[in-house]
């Protein structure tokens, strides 16, 4: 990869979408994670307003320390406008798990009030993109995206434009380093922060992004998990199963089709 190339590229992408769209800036959510991190400083490189938020849920000490690091590095280093607000979400999580019924059904349960989470943040983002005018900017990168989903639909999948999600986690380090990120967020396990703990996305997901990016390659190339053995069978299995079921994620809404003599 051409690093500073592609940078060049996705900054004057950035531009010219922000330009197209006449709207004024960008907002981003700030997790003290690597995609947060190398996605703010891409927008920041534009010279456009960019408006960074914290948005703590029973958040990780070591997780809001980053993301604070990271917001001031942002306003010592680029003259464009970098604005941050942290919007406490935690009580208003809260107060809406009070609210909902009771279930037994615990994993369940987590999985559902870890998305709701990313939704709660997903709509505190749009406001502030309304209030401003300004487009929300997604963090994901391809083998989240479009490899296992590893998103909540229209939660941190809700967004205007996804500068990086063309890039393999791998090049997203690439281009971390070469920005010179903060080493502490460059060394940082993976992790969404959507637990209130501290696992891992390889916790959750059963493998690594770099085994996930073998098999993401793996499959592209027309592989089958029959064509390994070991652990790289064990990874590209894991692959295919969160690729299948996690389609409803990557495919555009499906429409029913009325047929024409239908409507007549």
Known sequence: ?????????????????????????????????IDSAVTSTL????GYPLLNLEMPIHQEKNQA???????????????TSIESIEVELTDTFDSMVAALPQTENTDKVNL???????RLRMTTLYYFAGLHNYLVAGTGNKV?????????????????????????KSEVYKIA???GINTEIQKAKPTDGLFGDDR????????????????????????????????????????????????????????????DELMK
């Open 65 to 79: 320390d980053r993301a604070k690091k990271h917001i001031e590095w942002l306003k010592e280093n680029f003259n």
């Open 200 to 259: 891992s996305d390889e916790d959750q997901l059963g493998a690594s992004y770099d085994e996930l990016e073998w098999a993401m390659i793996m499959k592209e190339e027309g592989h089958f998990a029959d064509d390994f053995e070991g652990r790289q069978k064990e990874v590209f299995e894991i692959y295919s199963r969160l690729n299948r079921i996690n389609q409803h994620k990557m495919v555009p809404i499906p429409v029913c089709d009325i047929p």
């Open 1 to 33: 990869m051409q690093t500073e190339k592609v940078i060049q590229h996705i900054v004057s992408w950035l531009k010219d979408y922000l330009e197209t769209s006449h709207q004024k800036g960008f907002v981003i959510g700030i997790s003290g994670g």
């Open 112 to 118: 559902a009030l870890a998305n709701t989470r990313a």
């Open 144 to 168: 989240e995206d479009f490899g296992v989903g590893f998103y909540t639909k229209y939660g941190d999948g809700g967004v205007d434009l996804s500068p990086i999600a063309d890039l393999m």
């Open 43 to 46: 927008c920041a490189m534009t």
């Open 177 to 179: 380093g070469h920005l």
